[in-house]
């Protein structure tokens, strides 16, 4: 059975890839709940105008589970101080030195969150099939190619 069915007879782009069929089978070697779970959810996610790759799934899961824990441990550090900063060293200059420094980290790491979400925005916008990515797609096969 092709895994990738005929899309101009209305055909569903089943979109399997072998980290599929990886996890899956793992899913029901674990646990056969799980197993179903996953194979709902794949079956479910190939039917949306725009499908999330399993892997980017899996990889966003695990990223907001580990900022989850960063999150939790976070807030039971000895330092108490807001966004994570180190401990206080009791030299009020060097500490300054650092709270400034902390700062301007934090907000690097914020333009570069802000840019990675503005990069995801694009992407999403290329993949729904807006009119201006079907005419620049029309530019470039030529006027003869219908």
């Not at 990738?4 to 709940?33: E, H, M, S």
């Not at 990675?116 to 993949?127: H, Q, T, V, W």
Request: aromatic share 14%.
């Amino acid at each position: 059975m092709n895994p990738i069915p005929d899309q101009t007879n209305g055909g569903f782009g089943w979109r399997w890839k072998p980290v599929d069929i990886v996890v899956l089978v793992i899913a029901f070697a674990i646990y056969w709940p799980l197993g179903f779970g996953v194979l709902a959810w794949k079956l479910w996610n190939d039917r949306q105008p725009v499908p999330q790759d399993l892997g980017q799934a899996l990889q966003t899961g695990f990223e907001r589970l580990q900022r989850g824990f960063e999150s939790l441990f976070g807030s039971f550090s000895a330092a108490g101080l807001a966004g994570g900063a180190p401990a206080p060293t009791g030299n009020a200059a060097f500490d300054a030195h650092v709270r400034e420094e902390w700062a301007r980290m934090e907000a690097d790491r914020q333009k570069l969150a802000d840019e990675i979400a503005a990069f995801r925005a694009f992407l999403a916008a290329e993949r729904s099939g807006d009119r201006d990515v079907y005419e620049r797609f029309r530019q470039n096969r030529g006027p003869g190619s219908f």
